[in-house]
């Protein structure tokens, strides 16, 4: 059971669009529609903004949207805003009773 | 919106066993919807699943760290708690606790804090 491959960084302006990648395998990604993404602030918990590919929890904005192609999920945020500066970690279920997480991704606003 | 606070000592010795417990407050541990979750985050680093446990006291664990894990669940004190056995230098890291739901959405929704446990001499 492998980690799940996210670019180390990826930054835009503000306004723009940027998607993050989530990278798995066919026991993973690929093979199940439970794929969430959790934002992280330094010495924070994470949390939760988008769970089973797509779907957004009550009170997250909708500039998050997530989706998947075949073993890569991807989030896209888009309207970039300074407070979006963050790391970004994907997670999905592996089989077995079993999860996966992704190294994580830093966002940055420039 | 139930809270997570997790508790327990902040250094651990080589070969020795690491104790977390996480208490719940604000709603009930034995909520049929949920499940119960430990997460590991080593510093400067990704987060990492280690377990859970059910109310019927049932866990699963990451094939990984399962020779060593133990996680329970205490509903009259409403908190459960994880104890991994021959901990080393690697095992040091922010330890969350946290909730999942049992069915219908698969996903990590509340997170406690997070304890820094550090494995040294």
């Known amino acids: 059971q492998s980690a799940l491959t996210q670019p180390a960084s990826v930054s835009g302006s503000p306004g723009q669009s940027i998607t993050i990648s989530c990278t798995g395998t066919?026991?993973?990604?690929?093979?199940?529609?439970?794929v969430s993404w959790y934002q992280q602030y330094p010495g924070k918990a994470p949390k939760l903004i988008v769970y089973?590919?797509?779907k957004q929890p009550s009170g997250v904005s909708n500039r998050f949207s997530g989706s998947k192609s075949g073993n890569t999920a991807s989030l896209t945020i888009s309207g970039l805003q300074a407070e979006d500066e963050a790391e970004y970690f994907c997670?999905?279920?592996?089989?077995?009773?079993?999860?996966?997480f992704g190294g994580g991704t830093k966002v940055t606003v420039l | 919106q139930p809270q997570l606070q997790e508790s327990g000592p902040g250094m651990v010795k080589p070969s020795e066993t690491l104790s977390l417990t996480c208490s719940v407050s604000?709603?009930?541990?034995?909520?049929?919807?949920?499940?119960w979750v430990w997460i590991r985050q080593p510093p400067g680093k990704g987060l990492e699943w280690i377990g859970r446990?059910?109310?019927?006291?049932?866990?699963d664990s990451s094939p990984s760290l399962k020779s060593r894990v133990s996680i329970s669940v205490d509903t009259s004190r409403n908190n459960f708690s994880l104890k991994l056995r021959s901990v080393t230098a690697a095992d040091s890291a922010v330890y969350y606790c946290?909730?999942?739901?049992?069915?219908?959405?698969?996903?990590?929704?509340?997170w406690g804090q997070g304890a820094m446990v550090t494995v040294s001499s």
């Open positions: 946290v909730r999942t739901y049992a069915t219908s959405i698969h996903a990590f929704d509340i």
């Open positions: 604000g709603g009930s541990i034995t909520e049929t919807s949920y499940n």
């Open positions: 446990v059910y109310l019927s006291g049932q866990t």
């Open positions: 066919s026991g993973d990604v690929d093979k199940y529609n439970l």
């Open positions: 089973d590919v797509n």
């Open positions: 997670c999905s279920y592996a089989g077995y009773a079993t999860w996966v």
